[in-house]
C-alpha cells in the first residue's frame, strides 16, 4: 500500500489553521497513524485509529477520515508544532508503510 | 517516564558490519514486538525489520534481506541488529520503535543512532 502526503511543505502564520492530507492507494479501514517528528528527535505517536489522539498531545490537534483519505487538523498552530508530519497505514504488512512527510512552518 | 535507548552507530566502510541495539529505560521489552525503523539523510521513514515477541520471527525490508538480521537477548532485555555487507544507501539514522502485537501502531521510538557506510 502506498501513503502519499500533501502538501510536502505548508507554511502557516501562528494561531491559524493547518491541514495536512495524507491518501492510500487502497482502503486500509482506520488504521492510520499519524506521527511528529522534530528535528533531532525520533517520531512521536500523535494520532492512531485515524482519530484517537495520544493524551499527550493537545486538544488542537485532530485526525479524521477512513478508507483511503485522511486528514490530520492542527486547529490552532503554535510555533512548537514546527515539525514534519508522517502519516503510516498499519492495516497491512508488517508494521505498515509510510507516507512520505509534510514538513509543517511557521509564517 | 519510559523510553528507548539505541547504541552502536558509527561510522563504517562499504561492505562492514555494525551490530546496533536498543535496550528500554524503565519499562520491558518483552512485551513488545520490536521495529527498526531508518531515516536516510533529509529522507522518510523506511520499515527496516520487525521481530515478534518471542523473537522467534522476523521479517526484513527487501533492501536489506540477506544481510540484516534481528536477535532478541531476554535477559538482558535488548534486542539488536546486526548489520552486514553494508553499503552506501544504508547510511541513515537508525531508530527502534515498539508495539503491541496486532493491528497497532508504533506506539514508542527511540533517538536513534546514526550509521555512515563511508569509504
Known amino acids: 500500500i502506498v501513503m502519499t502526503q500533501s502538501p510536502v511543505t505548508l507554511s502557516v502564520s501562528p494561531g491559524e489553521r493547518a491541514t495536512l492530507s495524507c491518501r492510500a492507494s487502497?482502503?486500509?479501514?482506520?488504521?492510520l497513524a499519524w506521527y511528529q517528528q522534530k528535528p533531532g528527535q525520533g517520531p512521536r505517536l500523535l494520532i492512531f485509529?485515524?482519530?484517537s489522539r495520544v493524551t499527550a498531545f493537545p486538544a488542537r490537534f485532530s485526525g479524521s477520515g477512513s478508507g483511503t483519505e485522511f486528514t490530520l487538523t492542527i486547529s490552532s498552530l503554535q510555533s512548537e508544532d514546527s515539525a514534519v508530519y508522517y502519516c503510516q497505514q498499519y492495516d497491512s504488512g508488517p508494521p505498515g508503510t509510510f507516507g512520505q512527510g509534510t514538513k509543517v512552518e511557521i509564517k | 517516564e519510559g523510553q528507548l535507548l539505541e547504541s552502536g552507530g558509527g561510522l563504517v566502510q562499504p561492505g562492514g558490519s555494525l551490530r546496533l541495539s536498543c535496550a528500554a529505560s524503565g519499562f520491558s521489552l518483552r512485551d513488545y514486538v520490536m521495529t527498526w525503523v531508518r531515516q536516510a539523510p533529509g529522507k522518510g521513514l523506511e520499515w527496516v525489520s520487525i521481530t515478534s515477541i518471542s523473537g522467534d520471527t522476523t521479517d526484513y525490508a527487501n533492501s536489506v534481506k540477506g544481510r540484516f538480521s534481528v536477535s532478541r537477548d531476554k535477559a538482558k532485555d535488548t534486542v539488536y541488529l546486526q548489520m552486514n555487507s553494508l553499503r552506501d544507501e544504508d547510511t541513515a539514522m537508525y531508530y527502534c520503535?515498539?508495539?503491541?502485537?496486532?493491528?497497532?501502531?508504533?506506539?514508542?521510538w527511540g533517538q536513534g543512532t546514526l550509521v555512515t557506510v563511508s569509504s
Open positions: 520503535a515498539i508495539k503491541v502485537p496486532g493491528t497497532y501502531p508504533l506506539v514508542d
Open positions: 487502497q482502503s486500509v479501514s482506520t488504521n
Open positions: 485509529g485515524a482519530s
